[in-house]
């Protein structure tokens, strides 16, 4: 079942709507620090009198604790089986949100307000909910479908640039794997200059069809990893060194050793692989991976879920806006790409 996502320039409105057509009991509203200060005052008007559920923000706190205190908050509000959960905030908020309120009573209603670029072209999408668990991102947690998702670009006007760079990667991702048209126009601007509300519409109607197609992730939904093998390994990578990175900004450099690879193996031709890779330089700089912790990062990989029998398996391109999944690769071509990814 497809989630309803409505892009809107007007949240309120919509959200107001939302509430007319329905009845709850009760509502609440999760945010973290930064979401109440810069965001709920956006939607304040229409959710005056709910009650607010506030956490720490961050990824530190996606986990079991906090959900143990939003269940807690959740109980003293008098939240029952027909009261609403209202996510205000970026995928931390959605994911851990949702998934408290799916595990509510059996389950309460759920909207989500996605307030970062990256939770409004990817985790908008798809209804993976989920929390982390020991050391392991996104361990514990389910499919659920939110009752809507309400996106207004409205809000990356606080958004730090950095997050919002982030969140690019992630829309640079989409028009690679599978819409050349788009990226032909989307590499003629730099980064401060793109239009974010036919992006994130793009980026949406993108995931919303290869989702529709492969909504448990057997075949086709794979094309989404497209940067994210090497990537997720290069973002645990300097987790482990403290010196931890964005997701867009480990998933940028992802990119750029998968276009290596999908040059080296999988055929896309070597000028087009160049200006895209390019463009990411340009756009994220570079992360600086010591050439001796190549082998580490491997390592990393071979732990990815995606991986067959302990054989690499990627998402490369073929062409712009043609994407191969389950390439086998060797740890050799795997580890020359990085290679060639830390020499730039
Ligand atoms: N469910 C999915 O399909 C899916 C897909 C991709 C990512 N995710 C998950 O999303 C999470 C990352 O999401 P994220 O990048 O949005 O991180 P995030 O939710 O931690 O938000 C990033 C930072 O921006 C702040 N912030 C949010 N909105 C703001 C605004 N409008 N103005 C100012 N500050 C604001 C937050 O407080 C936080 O400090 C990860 O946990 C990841 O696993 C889920
Ligand atoms: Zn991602």
Known sequence: MAESVIL???????????????????????????????????IQQITGTSSLILIPPGEVYKN??????IWDEMTKAGLDRKSLLINLGGG????????????FKRGIA???????????????VGGKLGIDFKGYKNHIGFFAMPDSVVIDAV???????????????????HCLIRDEAKWDGLRLREFRDQPWDDLI??????KSEIVAEDPRESGIRKILNFGHTLGHAIESYFLD??????????????????LFLSEEVNGLDGATAALAREYILKTFGKLEIDAADAGKILNLTLQDKKNEGGELRFSLLAEIGKTSHNVPVSRE????????????
């Open 8 to 42: 809107t320039k007007d949240v309120r409105s919509e959200l107001q709507a939302f509430l007319n057509n329905r009845s709850f009991t009760r509502i609440a509203v999760l945010a973290d620090h930064n979401t109440r200060r810069h965001c709920l005052p956006v």
């Open 92 to 103: 931390v908020i959605g994911d851990m949100g949702g998934f408290c309120a799916s595990a």
């Open 64 to 69: 079991l604790a906090t959900c143990e205190l």
């Open 333 to 344: 071509q795997a580890e020359k790409a990085l290679i060639k990814y830390v020499k730039i």
């Open 110 to 124: 759920f909207v989500n307000l996605p307030t970062t670029l990256l939770s409004m072209v990817d985790a908008s």
């Open 201 to 206: 519409a793009h980026s949406v109607r993108i």
């Open 155 to 173: 809000f990356l006007k606080t958004l730090p640039e950095n997050e919002l760079r982030s969140g690019f990667a992630e829309v640079i991702k």
């Open 241 to 258: 060194i403290n010196s931890p990175v964005l997701h867009g900004e480990a998933v940028a450099a992802g990119m750029i050793c998968e």
